[in-house]
């Protein structure tokens, strides 16, 4: 009997190399600013929002991330909820890394932010599936098929850092070798009203897009003063007579008057009106930290529905690399019709 015939060799011209695969990402979107401007809110109308064209979207409070109330720090003779030697960072730092290892909330994590009040927000329901419009609309432009390119570091890439900072943190680059589609994507917004300053510099090679809602001293004493109160780890907290004064504001604008002096680099910031400094004419500007991270600002002093369409805007442009050029948009559009 004759030897059985070799199997054949694949001819080197079938071969292929398997297209680059589609890998799935994590965005953590930083949204801050002081006590009362907003932030939760917007987080909350972001989430419900969005919740129809991502794979998964939540918050992370970093309010939930408070050390035991014996732990803190005194400040002109109060309990000092207001710094950052009253947030566990390592605890925050160890819940982004399983956020963006994982793409989901932490499972060890049981939220108390969430049992307190937020302000029913003044945004309608039409104005919100608008711009829900607006994104699937720009999400499907970006999606095309004769659209489609790979993402690079910054801008669309959905890194609001820069790639040394990744580098540094051990993380896995958003940049992948073809851009996942929103429906394939995981995104943490993670509200909290210290995470920009020196301070917090552990965090900032997590933070995809960064969100900042300045207000001034009046602002924020007359909102703060309505809320009733904060559910803790150990009861229920209210402000005594004298806090905001004495700790909440002067903790504020210590931490973040590096900001307003960046934004006018000749003059001195002013304590009381200083939000004028920080953003642009229209309420809208742009600060970056030592270590590379980029904060786009909108003034929380105007209402809500404008914020939320600005926020809205950025993340379009930051995240998925839609409306950052309108005209290039309509060539593509043409270019299409054609």
């Known amino acids: 009997m004759p030897p059985p015939s070799p199997s054949p060799t694949p001819s080197s011209s079938l071969l292929t190399t398997p297209p680059a695969p589609t890998i799935p990402r994590t965005h953590i979107i930083g949204i801050s600013g002081p006590s009362s401007s907003g932030k939760t809110t917007l987080s909350r109308l972001l989430c419900s929002l969005l919740r129809p064209l991502v794979s998964h979207i939540f918050i992370l409070h970093q309010d939930d991330f408070y050390k035991p109330e014996e732990a803190l720090p005194y400040t002109n003779g109060f309990r000092d909820w207001d710094c950052a030697a009253a947030i566990d960072v390592e605890g925050l730092v160890r819940a982004l890394e399983e956020v963006k290892r994982g793409g989901g909330s932490p499972t ?188 786009r600002v909108k003034s929380g002093e105007g209402e809500m529905s404008a914020v939320l369409e600005w926020a809205v805007g950025v993340l379009l442009e930051e995240l998925w690399g839609v409306g950052i050029d309108e005209e290039e948009e309509r060539e593509r559009e043409g270019g299409r019709d054609r």
């Open 108 to 295: 060890w994590l049981e939220s108390k932010e969430d049992q307190n009040e937020v302000p029913p927000a003044a945004v309608s329901a039409e104005l919100v599936e608008e711009l829900r419009r607006r994104v699937k609309e720009g999400l499907e432009r970006r999606w095309a098929p004769e659209a489609q390119a790979p993402l690079t570091m910054g801008g669309a890439s959905g890194l609001g850092t820069s790639a040394a900072a990744v580098s540094q943190a051990g993380l896995v680059s958003n940049a992948s070798p073809r851009a996942s589609h929103p429906k394939e994507q995981t995104i943490c917004i993670l509200d909290g009203f210290l995470l920009y300053p020196p301070s917090l510099s552990a965090i900032h090679a997590y933070l995809s897009t960064s969100l900042f809602l300045p207000l001034t001293h009046a602002t924020m004493s007359a909102r703060r003063a309505k809320r009733k109160g904060y559910v803790t780890l150990e009861g229920f907290w209210e402000d005594p007579p004298g806090y905001v004064d004495g700790v909440v504001w002067p903790n504020y604008w210590g931490e973040h008057k590096w900001m307003f002096e960046q934004r006018d680099p000749g003059g001195e910031a002013k304590e009381e009106g200083g939000q004028e400094d920080l953003t642009e004419v229209g309420g809208e500007g742009v600060v970056e930290t030592e270590t590379g991270l980029k904060i």
